[in-house]
């Protein structure tokens, strides 16, 4: 692909920006991208994004004290201070245990969503995606009976009906 900019080089710089739900891309090369003031590296380890990351959030000791970012996970004995210089955690119950300290960094990282809800690939069959838009409206249901808001769970159950017939 060519550069966008100059239309001489090869682009090895591929930028994407999603924008109130608009998807822009610009290709272009690594001495276009130096001028426009684009720093390019090759690659990015996973300790070192979760690093920058947890660098712009506020440090456990000032949202929760230095009591939390030593407790270790009964599980593993791990701590946040660990997870800070390793940008791993130590068991899957550290989730749980460390919850109110990774809540901001998992919301930053994935624009506001803390739970994970699945995907789907884009080409899909259309019996798959009926029975995958299927049981997201079960789970939904399953939520509105939880939180006793009847009227969307009725709302939810004729959804479902009209979706199997």
Do not use: W
Request: hydrophobic fraction near 30%; glycine fraction near 4%.
């Amino acid at each position: 692909m060519q550069c966008q900019i100059c239309k001489k080089k090869t682009a090895t710089i591929h930028l994407t920006e999603i924008a109130d739900g608009l998807r822009t891309e610009v290709h272009m090369c690594e001495h276009c991208a130096q001028e426009q003031g684009i720093a390019a590296k090759s690659q990015i380890s996973v300790n070192e994004l979760l690093s920058s990351l947890l660098a712009s959030q506020p440090t456990d000791d000032e949202l929760f004290g230095p009591s939390e970012h030593q407790t270790p996970c009964p599980h593993c004995g791990f701590t946040l201070d660990q997870f800070s210089k390793a940008g791993v955690l130590g068991c899957p119950y550290d989730y749980e245990v460390f919850e109110k300290s990774l809540l901001p960094l998992i919301e930053k990282a994935h624009d506001g969503k803390t739970s994970h809800c699945g995907k789907a690939p884009s080409k899909i069959s259309q019996p798959a995606k009926k029975q995958i838009d299927r049981s997201n409206l079960r789970r939904q249901l399953e939520t509105a009976v939880k939180n006793e808001d009847y009227e969307l769970a009725a709302k939810l159950r004729d959804k479902i009906k009209k979706c199997e017939s």
